[in-house]
Every structure is written in structure tokens, then in C-alpha cells.
């Protein structure tokens, strides 16, 4: 084979390599994002071995050190978040409560049974991943919104907090402050004592001078 066609073939590899890179990252990037499982292009109930094997395939693929698209660290970062949460057994337990509430919520609508053959159809499938992405919304709205209440709440412990130490605070200086003028106090008393015997004498000296 001459250099030349040789040189064409490889450059044709590595444009399709770049494509089969872009298809990938776009694809991930418009997968909804809420949804893990649609990120690593997986189907609910896999193992964890078959998503540890996923993640590395594409991760290899898109990797921004290994491709000049753009959307490269978004997608890779997406994927990475993706797999964290199908890793994480309390995570990937309510994404999966959220897909199968979406799939019970389609049943009672159509009025469905589990062995209904409408189940397996592509049109129940694109349906129920419509549905999936709406539960899924839902329950991030509620998280946010319990988020937000906690910090509130938080807030208003933390002011309440610090309130109690700023009060705390202005009792110890006052009793400090009181501590500290205690002498001075103790003297002015002392003085007034010492003034008030005196005008007493005087005034004694002065009546009997009139009487007398």
C-alpha cells in the first residue's frame, strides 16, 4: 500500500474517531441531566460493573484532553456526576422510585395492568421516559424547596444563636463593668456618709447658738 492511501485511511479513521466523539458529546448533552441513567445511555436495574464499564468507554471517548469539541468538559463532567449518582445506593434508590412512580402513574392512567402487552411498546417506552423527566422535575422542585426551608431555618437557629450570645455577652460586661466601679461606689458612699454626719453636726451647732 503506497504512503499516500496509507496516510488517507488514517485520516479518515481519525475523522471518524472525531465524529463518534461529537455524536457522543452531544448526545450527553441533551440527555436530561436529572435522569442518570439516560446520561451513560443505560437501562434501570443494570449492575454496578456494567455502569463502572460504561462510564470508563465513554469517558475515554470524550475526554477534553483527548478531543477539541467545546462541550467536552460539560459532557464529562455530566457523565461523571451520573455515575457518582448510580453509585451511590440512596441516590440511585430515588431515581429509580421516581422512573417506577412515572410507570405506575401511565398504568392507572391508561388503566394498564402489569401484563398488559401495551407495556412493551416503543410508543408506552417514549411515554414513560416523557413522564420520568415530569416526576423527576417534580421531586428536584420539592429538594430545592426543602433545601431552601432548611436553610431558613438554619438561619433563624444561627440568629437566634447569636443573639443568645450577644446577650450573654452584654451580662458579663455589665457585671464586669460593675465589678470594676464597686470601689468607686464603696468611696462616693463613704463621702456621702462623711457629708451628711457633718451638715448634721453643723446644723446641731447652729440651733443651739439661736436657742441660746
Not at 398488559?116 to 420539592?142: C, G, H, I, M, N
Request: proline residues 3%.
Amino acid at each position: 500500500m503506497a504512503n499516500d492511501e496509507l496516510d488517507a485511511l488514517n485520516a479518515l479513521e481519525k475523522e471518524a474517531k472525531e465524529y463518534d466523539k461529537d455524536a457522543e458529546i452531544n448526545r450527553i448533552i441533551k440527555a436530561f441531566r436529572l435522569d442518570a441513567y439516560a446520561v451513560l445511555d443505560l437501562q434501570p436495574g443494570v449492575p454496578d460493573s456494567d455502569i463502572k464499564v460504561a462510564y470508563r468507554k465513554k469517558s475515554l471517548l470524550i475526554h477534553p484532553d483527548k478531543t477539541t469539541n467545546p462541550s467536552a468538559p460539560d459532557a464529562f463532567d455530566r457523565l461523571n456526576k451520573a455515575q457518582s449518582t448510580l453509585l451511590d445506593e440512596k441516590a440511585r434508590a430515588q431515581l429509580d422510585e421516581c422512573i417506577a412512580d412515572a410507570r405506575g402513574i401511565l398504568i392507572r392512567k391508561h388503566k394498564y395492568n402489569l401484563d398488559s402487552p401495551e407495556l412493551k411498546t416503543e410508543s408506552f417506552k417514549k411515554e414513560w421516559r416523557q413522564k420520568t423527566v415530569e416526576v423527576l422535575v417534580d421531586a428536584e422542585a420539592r429538594r430545592r424547596k426543602q433545601m431552601k426551608a432548611k436553610m431558613q431555618e438554619e438561619g433563624r437557629e444561627k440568629r437566634k444563636e447569636d443573639e443568645e450570645i450577644e446577650q450573654r455577652k452584654r451580662k458579663r460586661d455589665h457585671e464586669k463593668s460593675w465589678e470594676d466601679t464597686r470601689e468607686e461606689r464603696i468611696g462616693s458612699w463613704r463621702d456621702w456618709q462623711k457629708g451628711a454626719k457633718k451638715e448634721g453636726k453643723e446644723g446641731k451647732k447652729k440651733k443651739l447658738k439661736v436657742l441660746g
